[in-house]
């Protein structure tokens, strides 16, 4: 694709990249996978910067992951740029709402093609779990949308890697789940001999522990549970500590 707009257009390498980041149809599935959550519109990196290219805009929400309490209110800042000169009223508008949620964004829309409105979700009577929510902007035969991340409730854990550890051995592990991309406060585990440290959470990369295991911890699976600022998680079942044989002199396995 590069190769075939740069055959049309002389770019630099920046506004090489910049023409095939932008250029893109949102996929919700790519959502989170991919650096734009969508897949590459050829034919509209190619008409953008030969001939005299189009007037639009882009739509931008921040942050894209947000983690909420039950009952509460998650907000967002959707930010519209000008591309080509572009300087119509963007309307926008949000999709994928679950039943019961509701969106309010103020403003309703941007005039002069340029500026950014609070997009406010109430997750009132919502059932924990994560959403994905549409924002979409509109002006006149121009559609662009991008897509955030809700997660309500309680953080919601799916999967612990590795999946064991030695007793005697401190060692790194990655926790899966939903609610946990802000930041986690605690880990605790249902047995004696684990102490976990929290790490840095990066967006869909999972959250990052360094686990402590005591020499005398007893073999087994233990549950753990992580907790959040917005409650604590229901018990994940599990990790499991390995004890060495212990062989004494002059045995034989």
Do not use: W
């Amino acid at each position: 694709a590069a190769a075939l707009v740069l055959s049309a257009c002389s770019l630099t390498t920046a506004a090489l990249k910049t023409n095939l980041l932008t250029a893109i149809d949102p996929v919700p599935a790519l959502f989170g996978k991919t650096t734009t959550g969508g897949r590459l519109n050829v034919h509209r990196a190619l008409t953008s910067c030969s001939g005299t290219p189009a007037a639009e805009f882009t739509l931008a929400p921040t942050p894209t992951i947000k983690n909420v309490a039950l009952n509460a209110t998650a907000t967002f800042t959707v930010a519209v740029a000008p591309v080509n000169g572009f300087a119509g009223t963007v309307s926008l508008a949000a999709t994928g709402l679950p039943s019961g949620m509701t969106a309010a964004f103020s403003p309703a829309s941007i005039t002069g093609g340029t500026g950014s409105s609070t997009l406010t979700l109430t997750t009132t009577g919502i059932p924990a779990g994560a959403y994905l929510i549409g924002i979409t902007g509109t002006s006149g035969s121009i559609t662009r949308t991008r897509f955030v991340s809700v997660s309500v409730g309680p953080p919601v854990i799916q999967s612990i890697e590795p999946v064991s550890g030695i007793a005697g051995m401190t060692m790194n592990a990655v926790i899966q789940g939903t609610g946990l991309d802000s930041g986690a406060l605690g880990i605790a585990f249902s047995g004696s001999g684990i102490t976990g440290v929290i790490g840095d959470t990066l967006p869909f990369a999972g959250l990052p522990v360094t686990l402590a295991i005591a020499s005398n911890a007893p073999a087994g699976k233990q549950t753990f549970t992580v907790t959040t600022a917005n409650g604590v998680s229901a018990p994940f079942d599990g990790f499991t500590v390995i004890v060495p044989l212990s062989i004494s002199p002059g045995e034989t396995l």
